[in-house]
Each structure stands twice: as structure tokens, then as C-alpha cells.
């Protein structure tokens, strides 16, 4: 015999009740996160408008009813609020037109040729390469940074053109 044919309706219907308060924000909640990774963070805001529009437009018989809606309107704004700061919400995709550069180039070899010239132009870098040393056995190598190795290509291309 099953638990619940034990029980009387009104016991029955309390347990509904329960698990529908329980059980009723985890699923609005997952619902309202995969909608957002489906359709964009703006789409939490529009169902957000629809809902407070639809609970404020119910009629009830109950006295308390005016004060159900509140708790209802209440209880969206914080499960909103709650899928808005999660972190498997999906973030709205920047539109790159945007960020473009009025007649900037579309072509990739264009864009990678300035990419090439503008690093170059910024070498040497300011900020030196470290100097790493490591612990392998059968002696130790002279380690120089960038400064002397530059020095020394200089002082070599002095003396190929005295020779010359």
C-alpha cells in the first residue's frame, strides 16, 4: 500500500503545498538560467516585466490576496536577482562593430601586418627578459640579458666595417 493513499486529502493537499513552495524556486530558478543561456541575459529582464505585469493583474476572492501578490512579486524579484549574479549565467556577446576603429581593415593579412609593425616598432621592450638559471650539472654558462648581447652585436658590426 502507498504511502499517500494513508493519508487524508487535506493532508494531501498540505503536502502539495509544501512541495510546491520547496521545490517551485529550484525549478524557476533552473528554468530562468537555461533561458538566459539560450537567449541572452536580456531575456531575464523581459520575463521579469511579464510576470510582475501578469501577478499584479490577477483577481483573488481571498482577503489576503493584495498581500500574496507582494510575496509573490518579492519572491521572482530575489530568484531574478539570484540568477542574475550566478556564475553559469551566460554574459551578453559584446558586438564587435562597436569596437571597431572607423575604416579599420577587415582583411587578416592587412591586420596581421600591423600587428608584426607595431611589435616591432615597440622592441626592445622596456621591460628586460629574466635571467634564468637552472641547476644542471657540468658547469655553469655565462647567462647575459638583452643589454649585452646588443652591446656585443654592436661592437662586432664596428669591427666588420673597419675591416671593410
Not at 35 to 61: H, N, P, W, Y
Amino acid at each position: 500500500m502507498s504511502k499517500l493513499q494513508a493519508v487524508t486529502p487535506e493532508h494531501l493537499q498540505r503536502l502539495k503545498l509544501e512541495a510546491s513552495a520547496y521545490f517551485g524556486p529550484k525549478v524557476l530558478h533552473e528554468a530562468l538560467l537555461r533561458l538566459c543561456q539560450a537567449c541572452g541575459s536580456d531575456s531575464l529582464d523581459r520575463f521579469e516585466k511579464t510576470m510582475v505585469d501578469q501577478i499584479e493583474a490577477m483577481q483573488g476572492e481571498r482577503a489576503d490576496f493584495e498581500t500574496m501578490k507582494e510575496f509573490a512579486i518579492e519572491q521572482l524579484y530575489a530568484c531574478v536577482r539570484e540568477v542574475s549574479c550566478s556564475p553559469k549565467m551566460k554574459q551578453p556577446l559584446e558586438e564587435a562593430e562597436t569596437r571597431r576603429t572607423p575604416g579599420r581593415s577587415e582583411e587578416p593579412k592587412t591586420l596581421e601586418d600591423q600587428l608584426q609593425a607595431g611589435l616591432e616598432d615597440s622592441f626592445p621592450a622596456s621591460d628586460p627578459p629574466a635571467v634564468v638559471s637552472t641547476a644542471i650539472s657540468g658547469g655553469a654558462k655565462k647567462l647575459v640579458g638583452t643589454d649585452e648581447v646588443l652591446k656585443k652585436q654592436r661592437e662586432e658590426a664596428a669591427k666588420n666595417n673597419e675591416r671593410s
